[in-house]
């Protein structure tokens, strides 16, 4: 049974191998590796935690898990915006913690092969360069590719999962 269970999950994270979620914020296309998401949601109710920095917009309650949320634009240090019914929250997993990320609209799942995705640039001054894990080339556009696991500091992944304990 073992080897069989094995082989299921191989063949799991093959059909996930370079396939993008990808998602707006401002102007900008951006994509999360697909094997991160483990759902995606319509905005809702938040409820705030004190003593979170301001990109942690709070908790939400999915089916009786309460997970934190971000707003990456906050986090990417962009203008706010009024969230309307196109913004989602994409649920990821982020070392065993589930997390919302909140995002103006979700596109759609890309193929992005990995000869097709490039070294981000080397940006001087640029917070948002720690998040980039490449640029991944689609026909005539660049997608900005994100690092899930920079989304967040240590620090500010073990205060959201103490948060939400």
């Given at each position: 049974m073992v ?19 990808t998602?707006r ?5 951006y994509?999360?590796?697909?094997a ?6 319509g905005?809702?109710g ?5 003593d979170?920095?301001d ?14 949320v ?6 990417f240090r962009l ?10 929250v994409v649920?990821?997993?982020?070392n ?5 990320l909140i ?9 992005i ?9 080397k ?20 997608k ?22």
């Open positions: 080897e069989e269970e094995e082989i299921l999950d191989e063949d799991d994270e093959d059909s996930q191998k370079d396939k993008y979620l998602f914020i401002a102007n900008e296309d994509g999360l590796e697909i991160y998401v483990t759902e995606i949601v905005i809702q938040i409820t705030e935690v004190p979170m920095p990109f942690v917009r709070g908790v939400i309650n999915l089916r009786g898990q309460v997970i934190p971000i707003d990456v634009r906050l986090r203008k706010p915006r009024a969230y309307d019914d196109r913004t989602c649920v990821v997993n982020v065993n913690n589930s997390i919302g995002v103006d609209t979700v596109n759609e799942v890309l193929d092969p990995a000869d097709q995705v490039s070294a981000p640039p940006v001087h001054g640029g917070a948002n360069g720690r998040y980039i894990q490449g640029m991944g080339k689609v026909g005539d556009t660049v900005i590719l994100l690092d899930v696991n920079k989304l967040l500091f240590e620090g500010e992944l073990q205060q959201l999962a103490e948060a939400t304990a």
